[in-house]
């Protein structure tokens, strides 16, 4: 989850010289204001987003759970991915469709920071789950022979927890330090509490959130990247010096290449999109800062249970057994 900087130098969010400032305690999530009559209409759209993440997610872990062949290292980092594509929607999706659809647009500010934490935790995981599954591919491609070995949960642990770690204190800290600011303004131009975009409300000095939002950014998503790159070229690198190199081993890197690449991507767009403030307008911002989040929660469950084999296979039997069952029912009530 990348939390957006602002520049500390930026007139409009600095009120220097004023005093006995009335702090905001209630916000109205102002996004996407720009279209007007049109606005309501969002609904379909993200409702639709909505229900594909919350479906294709709860099928994704429901598989995994449920077939003990798939209990394997991937799979269960596969079925912890999906958990987190499942509650990230659940944190703000409800509230925005309810601001679309009957304008409900305010917001505490302990309502504020409560969405904010649970949002930028469970999104950090995102990359996090990124950086678990390279190390599992690393493993089992560079160090076959002891693969299970390390990747058995006693050993693996030593990876879970400085990570999980780290977004805990991270995340803990920017949410701290954001509701301790003075916020002269209550219209967030955002759909849910965004970091930057509660920061850029406050009165006086962000230095410190800009100096703590900025050595978030390098300890999480550019280091995780930076990991996942480095394992990526050591595990490309093996299996082109391999001569028995394995179609499936090949097969997954790239599954797993295309998901960090588009989400990479989606992240990327977003950052520059809030950092680079005259070049799009604010509903675009909005749009992108709102994608980065729901688009990996759609995207994740479809890659992995298209791209790979066993689960396919076993979505694919366990949706054709519910059909059946429906199908078994609905002539019940018939007859």
Not at 81 to 94: E, K, S, T
Not at 283 to 296: D, G
Not at 306 to 313: D, F, L, M, S, V
Request: a positive charge.
């Amino acid at each position: 989850m990348w939390v957006w900087l602002r520049n500390p130098n930026d007139s409009s969010s600095v009120s220097a010289g004023i005093t006995n400032i009335s702090s905001h305690k209630h916000f109205l999530l102002n996004g996407f204001e720009e279209l007007g009559e049109l606005r309501p209409v969002l609904f379909i759209p993200f409702f639709l987003i909505f229900i594909v993440a919350l479906l294709a997610n709860s099928l994704l872990i429901y598989v995994i759970v449920s077939q003990r062949s798939l209990h394997q290292p991937m799979s269960i980092l596969i079925a912890g991915m999906a958990c987190v594509d499942f509650c990230i929607p659940v944190f703000f999706v409800p509230n925005m469709l309810l601001n679309f659809l009957f304008d409900w647009k305010g917001i505490s500010l302990i309502g504020c920071l409560v969405q904010m934490h649970f949002i930028h935790f469970f999104g950090t995981f995102q990359s996090t789950f990124l950086v678990w599954m390279a190390l599992d591919r690393y493993f089992a491609i560079c160090t076959p022979l002891s693969y299970h070995e390390l990747m058995a949960p006693e050993k693996f642990l030593k990876f879970i927890i400085p990570l999980a770690g780290r977004n805990i204190l991270l995340i803990t800290l920017i949410v701290s330090l954001a509701g301790k600011l003075s916020f002269c303004s209550n219209v967030m131009n955002h759909c849910f509490c965004e970091h930057m975009a509660l920061v850029e409300l406050a009165c006086g000095s962000i230095a410190i959130n800009n100096l703590v939002g900025l050595i978030s950014v390098f300890f999480i998503p550019f280091f995780d990247f930076l990991f996942i790159a480095a394992s990526y070229l050591m595990m490309f690198s093996s299996i082109l010096r391999s001569s028995s190199t394995s179609v499936k081993a090949l097969h997954t890197c790239i599954t797993h290449a295309m998901v960090i690449t588009l989400s990479i991507t989606v992240a990327l767009i977003a950052f520059l999109s809030y950092r680079i403030k005259n070049s799009l307008p604010a509903a675009v911002r909005v749009f992108f800062s709102t994608m980065y989040l729901l688009f990996p929660s759609c995207l994740n469950p479809i890659v992995y249970g298209i791209r790979t084999t066993e689960i396919r296979q076993h979505m694919l039997k366990t949706l054709t057994h519910w059909k059946h069952f429906v199908q078994t029912k609905s002539s019940e009530i018939i007859s």
